[in-house]
């Protein structure tokens, strides 16, 4: 048997841009009540975790890079903060014109206070609030995606214990996993988000934190990669799609963002595989651009306006999800790129 190949070069680009655009063509396929049956699958395979798993596996490996710096935290810190921020504020300049265009603004009336308790919460750490004056454009909510960008800064925050909680003994480290994972079972099943608390429960990093946890697991223990390439991606998929028919059809537990558990680890698995058996893949196809953050946040504010002046219906969901992925291409050629330049010559001064 050929031994698998463990190498800095892998195909995470790839697999965030399938993660962005599993998110935005379900989205689409659900708002807009249109789905081509090619795509109807896409559901087995949900974005948000594949994400959240990424994050920490790549995380890891940035916030052990900052240490080359004389001030790692600070170096940090500033990368991630231009990896989101520079696109974040321009989708929510782009999302008030869209508002603004659509006419929506001339059919309401404002509150100032609440209007700038919006704009503050968008362009700083609170992403998943959304105003009573919105409720009427769209879906009620313009850009309910970016609830992750809120789960996603909480795991950069506390990514300094991350670290140090994956230096510690394998079965501590296991044992917090499982703590995680009970929260996220808790809110998976019997939070029914009725309660306030409940619903901000959702938006902490609390049920999240293991897929996280599960990715800095990885990138801080390599060899474990190895023994999950050495199994036949073929056997992976049945077992997937067992655990699905289980979960959706028998036993009622969690898909979707809040998928089980043990299929989630199956998929995790998958995607290890997909990373790291044709590792070339992603450069060969992308050519190193990454348009897969620009896809995710900009989706909604696009599929918003166009329910709001056009309807739902086939050719709408095509014009969202061209349109999405145009928008995603320039934020990542005029704003994302640029600001990641950024981040390398800071790295040089500093």
């Not at 994956?166 to 309660?195: A, E, G, R, Y």
């Not at 077992?239 to 028919?245: A, D, K, R």
């Not at 989706?299 to 061209?322: D, L, R, S």
Request: glycine share 6%; charged share 10%; hydrophobic share 55%.
């Amino acid at each position: 048997m050929n031994k698998p190949n463990i190498s800095s070069v892998n195909n995470f680009d790839l697999l965030r841009l399938f993660a962005a655009l599993q998110v935005a063509m379900t989205h689409a396929a659900l708002y807009l009540e249109h789905e081509y049956f090619i795509f109807s699958y896409l559901y087995l395979v949900p974005g948000v975790p594949i994400f959240f798993f990424l994050s920490g596996y790549l995380i890891y490996g940035s916030y052990e890079s900052s240490f080359k710096n004389l001030n790692p935290l600070k170096n940090f810190y500033f990368k991630r903060f231009l990896r989101l921020y520079p696109a974040l504020w321009v989708c929510l300049l782009l999302s008030i014109f869209l508002v603004f265009i659509s006419g929506y603004f001339n059919t309401i009336e404002i509150n100032k206070i609440e209007a700038f308790a919006w704009l503050f919460s968008q362009s700083t750490f609170f992403q998943f609030y959304n105003p009573d004056f919105l409720r009427g454009f769209g879906l009620g909510a313009l850009n309910g995606a970016l609830w992750t960008v809120s789960v996603e800064l909480q795991f950069y925050m506390l990514f300094p214990i991350v670290y140090k909680i994956m230096q510690q003994k394998k079965l501590i480290i296991l044992l917090v996993i499982i703590f995680f994972i009970i929260l996220n079972i808790f809110n998976s099943m019997p939070n029914n988000h009725d309660s306030f608390m409940m619903k901000m429960f959702g938006y902490t990093f609390l049920p999240w934190f293991y897929m996280f946890l599960c990715g800095a697991f990885f990138a801080r223990f390599k060899e474990y990669l190895k023994p999950i390439l050495r199994i036949n991606i073929f056997i992976l998929f049945i077992l997937f799609i067992g655990t699905y028919v289980l979960s959706d059809y028998y036993l009622g537990i969690g898909w979707g963002n809040s998928i089980n558990p043990i299929s989630y680890f199956l998929m995790i698995a998958i995607v290890i595989n997909f990373a790291f058996l044709i590792p070339t893949l992603s450069n060969r196809i992308l050519k190193k651009n990454d348009i897969s953050y620009g896809v995710y946040i900009f989706h909604m504010p696009i599929i918003n306006f166009i329910i709001y002046k056009y309807g739902t219906g086939e050719f709408q969901y095509i014009v969202a999800i061209i349109s999405t992925i145009i928008i995603g291409a320039l934020s990542w050629v005029l704003i994302e790129r640029p600001s990641l330049r950024m981040k390398i010559n800071q790295a040089r001064k500093i």
